[in-house]
Every structure is written in structure tokens, then in C-alpha cells.
């Protein structure tokens, strides 16, 4: 196996467990308002990802960089065709971000109800978005033989695409509901539980729908397997849920939403990138890449401090691994 091949598949394992790890962040913060049924509620719900949220989104960091270092031509592209969606994304995490440090600042109400109003829109514009454009890359943008995105803003809003935002905010809200249910005591843990079975239908078949729609498009042997392990332990994990398992439920939702990111990208590959306007265009794994000397030093790079990220991350959750309630959260 080649060089660039092992980076696509890094790359991959990157978005795949950002998408995992910040997908029930994004679920979290979108089910503010609707599990958390006054202040200390919504506390409890804020702390379940208090100690998790920002070390989750070194994935997507360290992801973005190592596409800017293993595959320049398709970074460049990305970021500059998709410059809008991706400049809202940023955007929508700052804001999240912020909300999450301001929010206990000051007692008022109002305060308080406008910071958790970032941090739904935080989390939902995200949601979307990230669907939205992954779906982009694997359907293909209008590329001419430069390389360079020749469309506009409506060529990304295409059904397919919406269908992906779609898909990957109800999985993400899903995902969240679980994740609160697993991590919380009292009502609130019931309440998420429901919500994560009523959720369950429209989910699965959205992402049945989205990924049928996507082996219609671009497919291989290893995209279809993918895609039926995919579909498969969503099912085991809303039965879990129903069956109020919440870890199995955990597993299936986390599982799902790993294996439908891997489905894009084995579908993708050899691209990165198709052109629907100049054959010629189309940015793959090989036309896209670095030179060897370079993918050679960010591979020793990537052996010697990946271990000790992965570690790091897997103890700040053990640490972190025990319910919360209600019952913890002090008045203000």
C-alpha cells in the first residue's frame, strides 16, 4: 500500500471519529431546550460534554491539517469552492464555543436563554452543513481542468446534498439523545431514552434513503458492505434504545454514524474530489498529493504522537465516565 493511500485512509479515520466523538456533542446541543426543562437541567445536559467538547474537536483540527499536508490540491480546492459553507461552520463553532464558557457568567435569565440560543444554532448549523458538503464531495462540484471550482452556491444546495444535511442532523440528534440518556440520572435520562425511540424511525430511514442514494452514485465492494454494517447497527442500536440498553444503544448509534462516513469514502476512492463539468479536473488520491519525501515524515510524525493523543483523549473520557443528575447540580 502506497503512501497516499494510507493518507486518504488516515484522513478518513480522522473525519470519521470527529464525526463520531462531536456528533453527540452536536446532538447535546441541539436537544437543549427540548430535554432541559429549566436551568439546572440544561446545566446537567452542558456538563455531560463539559469535559469532552473541545478535545473532540481536535479530530476535525488535526484532520483539516493533515489534508493541508498530505493532499494540498484537494485543501485548496475544498476550501476555496466550499468557502461559504465551511466559513458558516467555523463560525457556528466559535459561537458554540463561546456559549459553553460565557454561559454561567452572569445569573439572569435572559443571559443565560441567549447563550444556550447559540449554542443550539452552534450545533444545528454544523450538523447540517457537514452533511451537506460531504455529500458534495462525494457527489462531485463543477471543476474545470485547473483544478478550480467553477460553480456557485446552488450547485452545493442539490437534493442529494440536502439530503446528506439531513441525515447527518437527525443521526447527530439521535446519537445526542442516547448519549444524554447514558450519561444522566432521573428524569431526564427517561426523557432522553423516549425521544431517542420516537426519533428512531425518521432516522433510519433517512439514512437507509441517503445511503442507497449514495451507492446509486459512486459505489464499490467495500461501500456496500460498509453501508448494510451501517444500516444494521443503527437498527441493533434504536432496538437497544427501545429495549433501554443505553450503551449497546451508544454503540450502535456510534457505530452507525462511523461506518455511513467510511461508506462515503470508500465510494469516493481513488477521488477526492470528482469534477461533474471537465473530466480532466477530477482531483484523486495520486494528482493530489504531496510528494513521497513528504507523506515519509508526516507518517513517522503521525506513528510517534497519535498513540499518545489517542491515550490522552481515552482517559480524559474514563475519568469522566460516571452519570450526572439533577441531584449534582448545586442551585445557582
Do not use: C
Amino acid at each position: 500500500m502506497d503512501l497516499t493511500t494510507v493518507w486518504f485512509l488516515l484522513i478518513a479515520v480522522l473525519f470519521t471519529g470527529y464525526f463520531i466523538l462531536e456528533g453527540f456533542d452536536f446532538g447535546v446541543g441541539m436537544l437543549l431546550p427540548v430535554l432541559g426543562r429549566d436551568d439546572r437541567e440544561r446545566r446537567v445536559m452542558i456538563n455531560t460534554i463539559g469535559p469532552v467538547w473541545d478535545g473532540n474537536e481536535v479530530w476535525l483540527i488535526t484532520a483539516a491539517g493533515a489534508m493541508f499536508a498530505a493532499f494540498p490540491e484537494w485543501y485548496a480546492t475544498l476550501f476555496s469552492g466550499f468557502y461559504l459553507p465551511l466559513l458558516l461552520i467555523l463560525l457556528a463553532l466559535i459561537a458554540r464555543g463561546v456559549a459553553f464558557e460565557y454561559r454561567h457568567k452572569r445569573p439572569e435569565a435572559t443571559w443565560k436563554h441567549r447563550w444556550d440560543t447559540a449554542i443550539v444554532v452552534g450545533s444545528l448549523i454544523p450538523a447540517i452543513l457537514w452533511g451537506i458538503t460531504f455529500a458534495n464531495i462525494l457527489r462531485g462540484v463543477p471543476l474545470d481542468a485547473d483544478h478550480e471550482y467553477i460553480g456557485g452556491l446552488l450547485d452545493l444546495l442539490n437534493p442529494y446534498a440536502l439530503l446528506g444535511g439531513t441525515t447527518t442532523a437527525a443521526l447527530f440528534l439521535t446519537h445526542g439523545a442516547v448519549f444524554i440518556a447514558l450519561k444522566t440520572v432521573g428524569d431526564i435520562r427517561h426523557r432522553a431514552r423516549r425521544l431517542a425511540t420516537r426519533l428512531a424511525i425518521g432516522t433510519a430511514g433517512l439514512t437507509i434513503t441517503f445511503l442507497t442514494w449514495t451507492l446509486t452514485i459512486r459505489s464499490s465492494t467495500t461501500a456496500v458492505i460498509l453501508a448494510v454494517a451501517a444500516t444494521l447497527a443503527l437498527l441493533a442500536g434504536l432496538a437497544a434504545a427501545h429495549a433501554h440498553r443505553e450503551g449497546r444503544a451508544f454503540t450502535g448509534t456510534a457505530l452507525a454514524i462511523g461506518l455511513t462516513v467510511a461508506t462515503l469514502f470508500a465510494a469516493l476512492f481513488p477521488n477526492v474530489l470528482p469534477s461533474t463539468a471537465d473530466p480532466t479536473g477530477t482531483l484523486t488520491a495520486t494528482n493530489a498529493a504531496s510528494t513521497g519525501y513528504t507523506l515519509t515524515i508526516m507518517t513517522w510524525v503521525a506513528v510517534l504522537f497519535t498513540p499518545i493523543v489517542l491515550a490522552y483523549q481515552g482517559w480524559t473520557y474514563w475519568v469522566f465516565r460516571k452519570r450526572i443528575g439533577v441531584a449534582h447540580i448545586p442551585p445557582h
